[in-house]
């Protein structure tokens, strides 16, 4: 079946810590991929693509994520988290460009300890 | 961000009653969703459309309807609301060009008593 997974369902780092969110995908081809951020009481913001190319795509709030064919793999990167980060993270896979095939993992929640 | 307003923020209600979330954008994007989401459960996508007047069901449309007289307004309406669809409602819409994503509102509080 067509899924995206993210395996850690909670991490803690400390500030000014390295981040590595985990996703992997289900798919038969290489779908069109995303990263959101979620804080409390909020709506999902994009953080970054991947569509083609480059396999390193840099996003907004200094997130970076690197696409693995091989792996089936697109985690989210930051190499100093902020207090402010803490927050939900979901993985996205658009499947087809018609918009209902767009598939949600079940988030990562990041708590940021001072 | 994108132009996306969700009405009521915040609403409770009884069970039985009929209720109806509105989702406003001014972006012209011709694709709409209605996603909840709960604790465990992630994002269910409820109902979506694809042009005015073009709808279809997603994975948890029962007790739901949509409708979208308008490119701007989307509706989501709970014929006789109940417990079960106590939630945190989304709205997104998506610009049909090659690998866009979706854009998001900032949701809407349902309690049902």
């Known amino acids: 079946a067509q899924s995206v997974t993210q395996p850690d369902i909670h991490i803690t780092v400390s500030e000014g810590a390295s981040l590595e969110l985990r996703c992997n995908y289900s798919y038969g081809a290489t779908p069109y991929l995303f990263w959101y951020v979620q804080s409390p009481g909020q709506g999902l913001q994009l953080l970054l693509k991947y569509f083609s190319g480059d396999t390193l795509v840099q996003g907004i709030k200094g997130f970076e994520a690197e696409f693995k064919r091989s792996q089936s793999s697109f985690n989210l990167r930051k190499p100093s988290v902020h207090w402010s980060d803490a927050a939900e993270y979901f993985c996205?896979?658009?499947?087809?460009?018609?918009?209902?095939?767009?598939?949600f993992g079940p988030g990562t929640r990041l708590s940021v300890l001072p | 961000d994108a132009g996306i307003t969700q009405s009521p923020r915040h609403k409770v209600t009884e069970t039985g009653t009929p209720v109806t979330l509105r989702c406003h954008q001014t972006?012209?994007?011709?694709?709409m969703y209605w996603y909840r989401q709960d604790p465990g459960h992630g994002l269910r996508l409820i109902h979506y459309s694809y042009g005015v007047k073009d709808t279809d069901k997603g994975e948890v449309s029962d007790g739901y309807s949509v409708s979208r007289s308008k490119t701007e307004d989307f509706l989501l309406t709970l014929e006789s609301a109940t417990s079960s669809q106590t939630s945190v409602y989304f709205c997104?819409?998506?610009?049909?060009?090659?690998?866009?994503?979706?854009?998001f509102g900032d949701g809407t509080r349902l309690s049902i008593l």
């Open positions: 997104a819409i998506r610009d049909p060009g090659l690998g866009q994503p979706q854009h």
């Open positions: 972006e012209n994007h011709r694709y």
């Open positions: 996205a896979a658009l499947l087809d460009n018609y918009g209902q095939n767009f598939v």
